[in-house]
């Protein structure tokens, strides 16, 4: 127990009254220190007979940076005890208009609650609470701490990849599906990241210009399943876990099964909006780290984040994650490519059209790319 400043101006005056009393006489102070007096015995014996509160805390919904959440404490006490109730938060999230602070009268069955906003990606603790008590004049006070906390879930941020590059999507989904290639379906114009097994070069050498053509085949109709392996240096993790996410969402979309390798684990490839809950869960908690040699290998699409950018490696191609979201961006000059192979062979033969660039003017999808947590959640 300790005494408020209240408490210390009431005990002072007690104690200059007592004082004065003993100089000039006590007859004219009594009817000012007798009350005073039992009002501060009463407030410190109020305080000693407080029993402790207790608090039970609700589960807090997951969500994504940007998100807010309310947190609820249910109160449990003897009988309806004046307090302040203070809630300890993670750098992860913030408390809207202060409210994890509350002077509150507690009364047993209620529920305190307030609101916080979500902005780190993570698991994160949120208490321990605190709760300082005080008699009902405000004299004394008496604090009680809790060991337990409870958590939040913040997911990895999600852009919305349907306003990215067409031709980068297009070879997103290309490394998934399963392709005949014994069946042709049709010729095109050369793209920038195309492979150069493709190009046919007898029918590019029959077009005006020496233009450069495709071959294009059949998908055998089956959407399959991709796994997703991810990796990145450290510091590079909330990068990476961003845009596996944003991948992920999107082939979900496509009614593709999604498995997903991190240094932490595997889930396997599942759809459903539970497989992309779990999905986002693991990448909220996913670290750096480099996954082995072998499970690179059979990836479908490796994601990598490092000093030169975050990279999707869709079967032969490399693809910015810039770009894929609709954000144009310069590749690294140490970046290892396929359109480097593709426009030196080219250039040999003095074919490539507009001299191998291919400009993009993506669409861009809501806020810039990014996705609203309810549009995700409906994926």
Request: hydrophobic share 35%; charged share 25%.
């Amino acid at each position: 127990m300790k005494l408020t400043r209240r408490g210390w101006v009431v005990l002072g005056l007690i104690g200059f009254c007592l004082l004065m009393a003993a100089e000039y006489g006590s007859r004219s102070l009594n009817a000012v220190v007798a009350p005073l007096a039992i009002v501060f015995v009463g407030a410190l014996v109020t305080a000693y007979r407080t029993k402790r509160p207790r608090f039970q805390r609700h589960p807090v919904e997951e969500g994504y940076p940007g998100d807010r959440r309310t947190v609820e404490l249910g109160v449990d006490v003897g009988a309806a005890t004046t307090a302040t109730v203070r809630d300890r938060l993670p750098e992860g999230a913030t408390a809207v208009d202060s409210g994890n602070v509350m002077e509150t009268t507690l009364i047993d069955g209620e529920t305190l609650s307030y609101e916080i906003e979500l902005e780190v990606r993570g698991k994160h603790a949120l208490g321990p609470v605190s709760v300082t008590v005080t008699d009902i004049f405000g004299l004394v006070s008496r604090q009680f701490r809790y060991d337990q906390t409870g958590s939040v879930v913040v997911y990895p941020s999600v852009y919305d990849l349907r306003g990215g590059a067409k031709h980068d999507l297009q070879l997103l989904e290309d490394a998934i599906r399963a392709y005949d290639r014994e069946e042709f379906d049709h010729l095109r114009e050369y793209e920038r990241g195309d492979s150069l097994r493709d190009i046919h070069w007898k029918s590019a050498a029959k077009r005006p210009n020496d233009e450069l053509v495709v071959k294009e085949f059949a998908a055998d109709g089956s959407v399959g399943s991709a796994t997703l392996a991810g990796e990145c240096i450290p510091g590079k993790d909330d990068e990476m876990a961003m845009a596996m996410a944003s991948v992920a969402t999107y082939l979900l979309r496509q009614e593709v099964s999604v498995g997903l390798t991190i240094s932490e684990g595997t889930l396997e490839a599942e759809t459903g909006e539970r497989h992309h809950v779990e999905l986002l869960r693991a990448l909220a908690l996913a670290g750096d780290g480099e996954v082995d040699g072998r499970t690179r290998q059979k990836a479908d699409v490796l994601i990598q984040a490092d000093a030169a950018g975050i990279f999707v490696i869709a079967g032969e191609h490399e693809i910015p994650f810039d770009r894929l979201r609709g954000v144009g961006t310069t590749r690294s000059k140490d970046a290892v490519t396929d359109d480097s192979a593709t426009q030196s062979s080219t250039s040999s033969a003095g074919a490539v059209a507009d001299g191998g660039q291919t400009s993009h003017h993506p669409e861009h999808g809501h806020d810039g790319g990014k996705t609203s947590s309810s549009e995700v959640r409906s994926a």
